[in-house]
């Protein structure tokens, strides 16, 4: 991303009319998903003519120590960055501390620069931030829209927050829902995510379903030969099994770790972990105790070795618990399919992940806690290379044309501007 961003420093101001003012925790040059999906949209609609704003802290998803400048423009975006505290991710306390001081400070700012005319769109980060963008297009009479990457307080219930289940829960609910109808837009990843904020009677001509993306020209397939992180891994002659990004709370683990015991004995095969997450941590520490050799642990790569480190897998498995369907989409598919690889589909058979593999012919699907299905899913791609081969070509074409960066950034383009059109446009 750096390749195309300029960054201006110093006071910028912002109260021209018609702005598009984002709000997100995270921006550019943050590397989490979200900053980067951000980036990609606001500098795309800079450069398409439009006025854009964006509202987001002054740290960084991986180093709570950082402080951003206050304010720059990135491409033709200017940027406020508010103070916020800064205790990072270590601790549920603490990151609620986070998130209640974005959501003081964000919302002052966008009084301050929001005006009639312009629209305020909220991501999920922190979660809820549709309520806030609800009362400050109130306030500042500036139209609003939602682009969920989430469905909160439902994911917080689901993984188990007692506060999420309970009276609050419910009122919080009841404020998200108000907040999803009064808007101009929502945007949402995927048809069961659409379904769920349609529950919530949200005028169906509202919502937009807009897949997230991956950039297709930086993440290329690369073959084994021209690929030296396999050779440093120690991968080469491997048929490798990789999972990349965060392996959290929302994903389950064991699935892969009964297959991996059970393919121990073949050593054709091997297991590749990058990134890390909550799981991550309890999985090296249940293979080591296991005595699992075949699989290799490896930290986040850095944005230019993505395209690297996404080909040095034969096949890259995606989980997502089945009771969280329609609440999030792993964003981390886009960028397999972007590599040409096969995806191994750990989720309910019509989650959304399954019926994108299903619908494409780019990979297989194996219920969450059917190991066996699995570990016969990879012998069967390692006896059958040109098999694989052929599912990851099909993966490429999904990448390149109906999860194309482009597709999904016109789209966008056409939602903001027509803001709440007539007719729901076709999601794929």
Same mark, same amino acid.
């Given at each position: 991303?750096?390749?195309?961003?300029?960054?201006?420093?110093?006071?910028?101001?912002?109260?021209?009319?018609?702005?598009? =003012?984002?709000?997100?925790?995270?921006?550019? /040059?943050?590397?989490?998903?979200?900053? #980067? *999906?951000?980036?990609?949209?606001?500098?795309?609609?800079?450069?398409?003519?439009?006025?854009?704003?964006?509202?987001?802290?002054?740290?960084?998803?991986?180093?709570?120590?950082?402080?951003? /400048?206050?304010?720059?423009?990135?491409?033709?975006?200017?940027?406020?960055?508010?103070?916020?505290?800064?205790?990072?991710?270590?601790?549920? /306390?603490?990151?609620?501390?986070?998130?209640?001081? &974005?959501?003081?400070?964000?919302?002052?700012?966008?009084?301050? =620069?929001?005006?009639?005319?312009?629209?305020?769109?909220?991501?999920?980060?922190?979660?809820?931030?549709?309520?806030?963008?609800? %009362?400050?297009?109130?306030?500042?009479?500036?139209?609003?829209?939602?682009?969920?990457?989430?469905?909160?307080?439902?994911?917080?219930?689901?993984?188990?927050?007692?506060?999420? #289940?309970?009276? *609050?829960?419910?009122? *919080?609910?009841?404020?998200?829902?108000?907040?999803?109808?009064?808007?101009?837009?929502?945007?949402?990843?995927?048809?069961?995510?659409?379904?769920?904020?349609?529950?919530?009677?949200?005028?169906?001509?509202?919502?937009?379903?807009?897949?997230?993306?991956?950039?297709?020209?930086? =993440?290329?397939?690369?073959?084994?030969?021209?690929?030296?992180?396999?050779?440093?891994?120690?991968?080469?002659?491997?048929?490798?099994?990789?999972?990349?990004?965060?392996?959290?709370?929302?994903?389950?683990?064991?699935?892969?770790?009964?297959?991996?015991?059970?393919?121990?004995?073949? /050593?054709?095969?091997?297991?590749?972990?990058?990134?890390?997450?909550?799981?991550?941590?309890?999985?090296?520490?249940?293979?080591?105790?296991?005595?699992?050799?075949?699989?290799?642990?490896?930290?986040?790569?850095?944005?230019?070795?993505?395209?690297?480190?996404?080909?040095?897998?034969?096949?890259?498995?995606?989980?997502?618990?089945?009771?969280?369907?329609?609440?999030?989409?792993?964003?981390?598919?886009?960028?397999? *399919?972007?590599?040409?690889?096969?995806?191994?589909?750990?989720?309910?058979?019509?989650?959304?992940?399954?019926?994108?593999?299903?619908?494409?012919?780019?990979?297989?699907?194996?219920?969450?806690?059917?190991?066996?299905?699995?570990?016969?899913?990879?012998?069967?791609?390692?006896?059958?290379?040109?098999?694989?081969?052929?599912?990851?070509?099909?993966?490429?074409? %999904?990448?390149?044309?109906? &999860?194309?960066?482009?597709?999904?950034?016109?789209?966008?383009?056409?939602?903001?501007?027509?803001? %709440?059109?007539?007719?729901?446009?076709?999601?794929?």
């Amino acid at each position: 991303m750096e390749r195309y961003l300029y960054v201006i420093p110093g006071d910028i101001s912002v109260h021209s009319e018609g702005k598009i =003012i984002f709000v997100n925790r995270f921006f550019y /040059p943050d590397h989490s998903a979200t900053a #980067q *999906l951000l980036t990609d949209l606001a500098t795309h609609l800079a450069a398409a003519g439009k006025s854009v704003a964006v509202v987001t802290s002054r740290l960084q998803y991986d180093d709570p120590s950082a402080r951003l /400048p206050a304010r720059e423009k990135v491409n033709g975006v200017e940027v406020h960055r508010v103070a916020t505290t800064g205790f990072g991710r270590a601790s549920l /306390p603490g990151r609620a501390t986070d998130f209640a001081s &974005f959501y003081v400070t964000a919302f002052t700012r966008l009084l301050q =620069i929001a005006r009639p005319g312009d629209m305020i769109v909220a991501k999920t980060d922190p979660p809820l931030l549709s309520i806030l963008a609800h %009362a400050a297009s109130r306030i500042t009479g500036a139209r609003f829209a939602n682009w969920l990457q989430d469905v909160y307080p439902e994911v917080a219930g689901v993984l188990g927050v007692r506060a999420a #289940q309970g009276p *609050l829960g419910r009122i *919080l609910t009841a404020g998200r829902d108000a907040s999803l109808r009064a808007a101009d837009l929502n945007v949402v990843l995927g048809e069961r995510m659409a379904q769920r904020v349609q529950d919530a009677r949200v005028d169906v001509e509202k919502i937009w379903v807009i897949p997230n993306w991956s950039d297709e020209q930086a =993440i290329a397939p690369l073959s084994h030969d021209a690929n030296d992180l396999r050779t440093r891994w120690g991968l080469n002659g491997k048929f490798v099994v990789g999972y990349s990004g965060n392996l959290g709370r929302a994903h389950e683990y064991e699935t892969m770790f009964a297959a991996a015991q059970a393919l121990s004995g073949d /050593p054709r095969i091997a297991f590749l972990m990058i990134g890390g997450g909550h799981h991550t941590t309890l999985l090296k520490t249940r293979a080591l105790g296991a005595g699992l050799s075949n699989i290799v642990f490896q930290p986040y790569q850095p944005r230019e070795a993505l395209a690297a480190s996404l080909c040095a897998a034969d096949l890259h498995w995606v989980s997502l618990k089945p009771e969280l369907e329609g609440l999030i989409v792993p964003s981390k598919v886009y960028g397999i *399919l972007a590599a040409g690889r096969p995806i191994l589909a750990v989720t309910a058979p019509d989650g959304e992940i399954a019926r994108l593999v299903a619908e494409h012919g780019c990979g297989v699907q194996a219920e969450p806690g059917d190991h066996l299905a699995f570990a016969a899913h990879v012998r069967a791609l390692a006896d059958a290379p040109d098999r694989a081969r052929a599912l990851g070509e099909a993966a490429r074409r %999904a990448a390149t044309s109906v &999860f194309s960066r482009g597709r999904a950034l016109s789209r966008w383009t056409e939602a903001v501007t027509e803001t %709440a059109p007539a007719t729901q446009p076709s999601p794929a």
